[in-house]
């Protein structure tokens, strides 16, 4: 499976993003066909230890069920020590280069950028994918960056050459389109399906939104 294919609808989520129990969401949103999962567990009451390694396994085993990738944020030794497809890291975290050392070659790598310059040192290092933005205002992450906007989008969709971009940070089912448009691969999404009524009923129509045309 092309990673490209792969990031069409990018759910991204920990225990702290949802209201219900954790595995029924994602399975929820595996069924409404979202195309890759990462397991985020960050923020104000996320789980550590044990308790995180736990659920990262579960929620694993769930994708592996689905045929779904799972990504695991940030926790590199987490990622390889359960056999996780990948692995997603933010400029802040170990440079690129010493993470795919430690990584299996068939890992999916992922980076983080929020502005232009990050997303092109992402590209000239290899990355297999690039998270961009916030694209639009969120309050998700507590530490985001100014959102970088639709032109902001284009931009790094121009200047990443091959490398599957995903955008991410406020994207919701009513500007998914916009940022297919705008020239990225896909979206990833928090609270748009981890707090949808429905998390199934969420993931099925930004799938349809973000479906490109053949
Ligand atoms: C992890 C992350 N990185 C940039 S914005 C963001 C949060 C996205 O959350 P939401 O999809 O709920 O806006
Ligand atoms: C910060 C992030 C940016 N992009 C993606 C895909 N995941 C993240 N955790
Ligand atoms: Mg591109």
Redesign the pocket.
């Known amino acids: 499976m092309l990673v490209r294919e792969s990031l069409q609808v990018y759910f991204?989520m920990g225990s702290n993003n949802c209201r219900g129990e954790p595995l029924q969401v994602v399975e929820q949103a595996l069924k409404g066909g979202i195309t890759m999962f990462q397991f985020?567990e960050k923020g104000s009451g996320a789980k550590t230890g044990k308790e995180k390694h736990s659920l990262a396994i579960k929620l694993k085993q769930l994708c592996n069920h689905y045929g779904v990738p799972f990504i695991v944020n940030d926790d590199v030794d987490l990622a390889v020590d359960i056999g996780a497809d990948g692995v997603h890291v933010g400029q802040d975290d170990e440079p690129l280069a010493s993470v795919k050392q430690r990584c299996p070659k068939s890992f999916i790598i992922g980076v983080?950028a929020t502005n232009s310059t990050e997303a092109v040192q992402a590209f000239q290092a290899g990355a297999d994918y690039i998270?961009a933005?916030?694209v639009f205002p969120?309050s998700?992450?507590q530490d985001?960056k100014l959102p970088i906007g639709l032109a902001g989008l284009e931009e790094i969709n121009r200047l990443t050459g091959e490398t599957p971009v995903t955008a991410?940070?406020?994207?919701h089912t009513d500007n998914a389109a916009d940022a297919i448009k705008a020239g990225a691969d896909g979206v990833s999404?928090?609270?748009?399906i981890s707090q949808a009524e429905s998390p199934q009923q969420a993931a099925q129509l930004l799938n349809k939104l973000t479906a490109k045309k053949r």
């Open positions: 991204i985020r983080s998270g933005g916030p969120t998700t992450k985001a991410i940070g406020g994207i999404v928090i609270s748009a």
